[in-house]
C-alpha cells in the first residue's frame, strides 16, 4: 500500500507517516496509536522481562515442532 493511500485510510498526514517511518519524532502517541490501529497492530508496553518471556512464548507457538 502506498504511503498516501495509508495516511488517507487512516486520517493522518502522509508527513505523519514518512516521519513515523523514518523514525523522525515528534509523533504524538494518539496519532502512533491509530496508525497502528489502522494497520491491525498493537502497541505493548510491559516490564522488559515479561514482555521478552510473552514474545518468546508467541515466537515457540509459531515454530513447527
Known sequence: ????NTAELNNV???LLSRLENG??????DKLITV???LGLKLMIG??????RLMHSRIER???R
Open 36 to 38: 497502528l490501529d489502522g
Open 13 to 15: 498526514s502522509v508527513d
Open 62 to 64: 509459531q515454530e513447527p
Open 1 to 4: 500500500m502506498r504511503i498516501d
Open 24 to 29: 523522525s519524532g515528534g509523533v504524538r502517541l
Open 47 to 52: 516490564e522488559a522481562d515479561e514482555v521478552a
